[in-house]
Nanobody, 115 residues
Framework: QVQLVESGGGLVQPGGSLRLSCTAS????????MGWYRQAPGNQRELVAT???????NYGDSVKGRFTISRDKFKNTVYLQMNSLQPEDTAVYYC?????????WGQGTQITVSS
């Protein structure tokens, strides 16, 4: 059973930065994609960023230029560096991991951007 452990959420002021991390364990199959999604109250879950294969990345339009996703393949860990955070970034952030047979979700970590 694949387990995901997320860390790094919390409260930050507008313009501030946070870094999320998510470590996957227990996968019998190669992990070929890792990423982050978020869901604000009343909204659908949306893409934040993904990183696949050799390092190709994809970002949601609202975070381009502010967030950076990276990955440590040896540690099966994905990171999300978030800069210039704004109140509209407030949401629960979910780690997502895919291997060749399934995809898995973390429990979610709350990020609140408020003064």
């Amino acid at each position: 059973q694949v387990q995901l452990v997320e860390s790094g959420g919390g409260l930050v002021q507008p313009g501030g930065s946070l870094r999320l991390s998510c470590t996957a364990s227990g996968s019998r199959w190669h992990i070929n994609a890792m990423g982050w999604y978020r869901q604000a109250p009343g909204n659908q879950r949306e893409l934040v960023a993904t990183i696949i294969g050799g390092g190709s990345t994809n970002y949601g339009d609202s975070v381009k230029g502010r967030f950076t996703i990276s990955r440590d393949k040896f540690k099966n860990t994905v990171y999300l560096q978030m800069n210039s955070l704004q109140p509209e970034d407030t949401a629960v952030y979910y780690c997502n991991v895919r291997n060749v047979v399934d995809e898995y979700w973390g429990q979610g970590t709350q990020i609140t951007v408020s003064s």
